[in-house]
T-cell receptor
Framework: EPEVTQTPSHQVTQMGQEVILRCVPISNHLYFYWYRQILGQKVEFLVS????????KSEIFDDQFSVERPDGSNFTLKIRSTKLEDSAMYFC????????????FGQGTRLTVV | GDSVTQMEGPVTLSEEAFLTINCTYT??????LFWYVQYPGEGLQLLLKATKADDKGSNKGFEATYRKETTSFHLEKGSVQVSDSAVYFC????????????FGKGITLSVRP
């Protein structure tokens, strides 16, 4: 069964450092997302990506964040200068064509900023 | 904006007990509704969905009916198992082009043998 793959599963970084979280969406999907879940809180939408550009972003997704789909298979989330409050589980998701299709999630990357 | 409200948890049940997890939503238009499950140490998995009013989603013995009149999508299972222990998230998608998901807070279910 096709699945969304995220790497690494756990990343520890020092405050102020840049991190790149990687995702390989399901191959024929067209819509890509990043969500995050701070420990004990709800899953929050960060950004959606379609046709090689950001289609929507939340207030959380400020200038410190960026996304890329560099090679047609990977989908990355970069945090330029991490803060302690960026510590969270980050989920990548992808979705196929059709507005009522469901999103498939990866297993998540746990980011710990120290 | 859109929002999803789930009952407060955690919930602890004995095996074979009946389960209800309440979920209500606020949305404009005609959202699709979902239940996602997160087993310990794993990511989010779609459990079931319903895309229009009165639809019933079902999977693995779980059911939820899309009730537009009460804006609810309560999750039920007649007889829970220890393996159902997980965190359950209710979510909606606005059905727009991006169809991003809005999640509830999630509720932890623990099932005792």
């Amino acid at each position: 069964e096709p699945e969304v793959t995220q790497t690494p599963s756990h990343q520890v970084t020092q405050m102020g450092q840049e991190v790149i979280l990687r995702c390989v969406p399901i191959s024929n999907h067209l819509y890509f997302y990043w969500y995050r879940q701070i420990l004990g809180q709800k899953v929050e939408f960060l950004v959606s990506f379609y046709n090689n550009e950001i289609s929507e972003k939340s207030e959380i997704f400020d200038d410190q964040f960026s996304v890329e789909r560099p090679d047609g298979s990977n989908f990355t989330l970069k945090i330029r200068s991490t803060k302690l409050e960026d510590s969270a589980m980050y989920f990548c998701a992808s979705r196929g064509q059709g507005v009522r299709t469901e999103a498939f999630f990866g297993q998540g990357t746990r980011l710990t900023v120290v | 904006g859109d929002s999803v409200t789930q009952m407060e948890g955690p919930v602890t049940l004995s095996e074979e007990a009946f389960l209800t997890i309440n979920c209500t939503y606020t949305a404009t238009g005609y959202p699709s509704l979902f239940w996602y499950v997160q087993y310990p140490g794993e990511g989010l998995q779609l459990l079931l969905k319903a895309t229009k009013a009165d639809d019933k989603g079902s999977n693995k013995g779980f059911e939820a009916t899309y009730r537009k009149e009460t804006t609810s999508f309560h999750l039920e299972k007649g007889s829970v198992q220890v393996s159902d222990s997980a965190v359950y998230f209710c979510a909606l998608s606005d059905g727009g082009a991006n169809s991003k998901l809005t999640f509830g807070k999630g509720i932890t279910l623990s099932v005792r043998p």
